[in-house]
C-alpha cells in the first residue's frame, strides 16, 4: 500500500546575489590579563586586546577596520567543492596557522560563534541542544594567517547521548578535534543561571586530558545580562581565581542609597609582585555600555564598587586533581566576553587568534571557507529550521532525501527536497494550518542558502509519510 503523500509547493526565490555585510568592530571593554607576548607583537595588533585588560586600565589603541569583510563563497557544485579542497593552497611568502578547537556545554553558542568569525553562515544554529550533529571545519583566511576553526558538537555524556538517542560521534568528535588543536576555546552560556557557574565534567575532563593546549574562556551571552557585575563572580569561579597564571581576588561592595540613583564605576586595582600597587584605574562606561558590555551599568544596584586585585604568580602546569570537586579551570590564558549572536566583541577575539598563529604552511586554499560539502551545509540549514518550527522531538525524526541539485537556465540554484517523517501527524505539523510552515521553513532555509553561495536559490520542500 502506497504511503500517504502530501506535496508543500514551497519555493524560496532568493533576490539578486549580494555580498556579505562588513563585520562591525567594537573596542574591547571588558576581561584580559596581560600576556607576555603582547610586547613583542606588530604595532597592527597593538588594539587587539580583550577584557582583562581594559578592567585592569591598560588603554588600546583604535583598532583597524574589520577583518575578513569578503570571505569567499562556498561552491554549489559537489565537484567544485572537491576540487577546491584538494588543491595545493597558494602559500603566502610567510605563512602562519592555527587550529581552533570549540568546546563547550550543548546549546552555548559554538556554532553562532564559528559562523560569525568566518564571516559567513556554514554551521547550523538552532534554540534547541544537539543542532551540530558531527564535527566540521572553517577556514578564515586574512593576509598571510589562516585559522582553521573546528566547530564540534556539544561536550555530553553518555547517559544523555543514549537518552537523545545520538550518534556515537557525537561523543567522540569534540575529543578527536582537541588531538588537532593548537588552541582551545572553552564557550560559555552566562544567561543560563542553572548552569553558568561552573564547567561542565565532560569540558573539565576534555581540559585536564589536554592540559599542554592553550586555553581561552569565552563568556558568551553577555548581553542577555542585566546584572553585570554577575561577570566578575562567574570569572572568579570559573577560573578558579587564576588566569596566565596570576591570582584574581574580586571583592564587592554594594552600597543601596535611597537619595541617588548615580552609579559609581568599578574601580580597578593592579598589585605587583613586591606587593605595590599600580595606579587605580576606573572603568568608564561608553555608549556601547547600553550593548550589555559594561559592568558599570545596573539598573539594580544604586552604587557599586568591585575592586580586582591580580598578584603575580609563576606560570605553572596543573597539577591533575579531583574533577569532582573542581567548577573551574586554573589553567586559562585569557578571557574574552561577547555576544555571539550579534557579533559583539567577536573581532576582538579574532585578532586575539590571529596573533596567536605560529609559522607553518596553509592547509587549505585560500578560496575555501568549510570543509563541509555544499549539500552537508544545504541539509544542515534545513534541518535548523526544522528545530526551530517543529515541537519537542519530532524533527530529529526527520529523514531528508535531496531528489535534485541543478543549475537553472538563469544560473540559479535548484534545489528539491523530500522531507521523510514516521507518523501522519508529524507531517501535518510540519505542513502547517495552509501550508505556512512549510512555506516559512523554505523561505528562510533558501535565504541562508543564497549568502552561503552567494547566488539565487529556488528550494521546493516535499513532505510524505515513510513507508
Known amino acids: 500500500m502506497a504511503a500517504p503523500r502530501a506535496l508543500a509547493a514551497a519555493w524560496a526565490v532568493t533576490g539578486a546575489a549580494r555580498a556579505a555585510g562588513r563585520l562591525r568592530l567594537r573596542p574591547a571593554r571588558l576581561l584580559q590579563s596581560r600576556s607576555p607576548r603582547a610586547a613583542v607583537l606588530p ?25 575578513g569583510q569578503h570571505p569567499p563563497p562556498v561552491a554549489t557544485s559537489k565537484e567544485e567543492q572537491e576540487r577546491l579542497l584538494q588543491n595545493q593552497p597558494n602559500q603566502p611568502q610567510n605563512p602562519k596557522v592555527l587550529r581552533i578547537a570549540i568546546i563547550g556545554a550543548p546549546n552555548a553558542g559554538k556554532s553562532t560563534l564559528s559562523n560569525r568569525l568566518l564571516g559567513r553562515k556554514v554551521f547550523p544554529v538552532s534554540k534547541k541542544v544537539h543542532t551540530t550533529r558531527c ?8 593576509e598571510d594567517t589562516q585559522l582553521i576553526i573546528l566547530d564540534t558538537p556539544g561536550l555530553t555524556s553518555p547517559l544523555k547521548a543514549k537518552r537523545h538517542n545520538l550518534d556515537a560521534a557525537m561523543l567522540t568528535d569534540p575529543w578527536d578535534s582537541m588531538k588537532h588543536a593548537d588552541l582551545v576555546l572553552v564557550l560559555v552560556d552566562v544567561s543560563d543561571h542553572w548552569t553558568r557557574d561552573s564547567l561542565s565534567q565532560e569540558v573539565l575532563k576534555c581540559l585536564s586530558q589536554f592540559p599542554h593546549i592553550p586555553s581561552v574562556l569565552v563568556l558568551n551571552k553577555v548581553d542577555l545580562l542585566k546584572k553585570k557585575f554577575i ?5 572568579t569561579q570559573l577560573t578558579e581565581g587564576v588566569v596566565n597564571g596570576r591570582k584574581l581576588e574580586v571583592t564587592s561592595t554594594f552600597k543601596h542609597n535611597s537619595s541617588s540613583s548615580a552609579k559609581s564605576p568599578p574601580q580597578i586595582t593592579q598589585t605587583s609582585p613586591e606587593g605595590g600597587a599600580h595606579e587605580s584605574h576606573c572603568l568608564q562606561e561608553t ?15 544604586r552604587a557599586s564598587e568591585s575592586s580586582l586585585v591580580t598578584e603575580e604568580q609563576g606560570t605553572k602546569r596543573c597539577e591533575p586533581r579531583d574533577l569532582k570537586n573542581m567548577k573551574g579551570w586554573p589553567g586559562f590564558q585569557e578571557i574574552f566576553m561577547l555576544a555571539a549572536v550579534h557579533g559583539e566583541e567577536v573581532d576582538t577575539l579574532k585578532r586575539y587568534l590571529l596573533m596567536q598563529a605560529k ?10 571557507l568549510t570543509s563541509q560539502s555544499p549539500q552537508e551545509i544545504c541539509n544542515n540549514i534545513i534541518r535548523e529550521k526544522l528545530l526551530e518550527y517543529l515541537p519537542l522531538e519530532v524533527p530529529y525524526g526527520v529523514v531528508q532525501v535531496t531528489e535534485v541539485w541543478e543549475e537553472g537556465p538563469s544560473g540559479e540554484l535548484l534545489i528539491a527536497q523530500n522531507l521523510l517523517v514516521p507518523r501522519k501527524s508529524h507531517m501535518t505539523m510540519l505542513i502547517g494550518r495552509h501550508g505556512k510552515v512549510i512555506s516559512r521553513i523554505a523561505q528562510e532555509a533558501g535565504q541562508d542558502l543564497m549568502n552561503v553561495f552567494l547566488c539565487d536559490v529556488r528550494l521546493k520542500l516535499k513532505v510524505e509519510v515513510k513507508s
Open 43 to 67: 604595532a597592527r595588533w597593538s588594539g587587539s586586546s580583550s577584557a582583562l585588560s581594559s578592567i585592569l586600565g591598560i588603554p588600546a589603541e583604535k583598532p583597524p577596520g574589520a577583518l
Open 135 to 142: 564535527k566540521a571545519q572553517g577556514i578564515v583566511t586574512y
Open 231 to 235: 561577570l566578575l563572580d562567574l570569572v
Open 287 to 301: 555608549d556601547q555600555a547600553q550593548e550589555g558590555s559594561s559592568l558599570g551599568k545596573n539598573s539594580d544596584v
Open 359 to 368: 609559522p607553518g604552511p596553509w592547509e587549505y586554499h585560500s578560496e575555501v
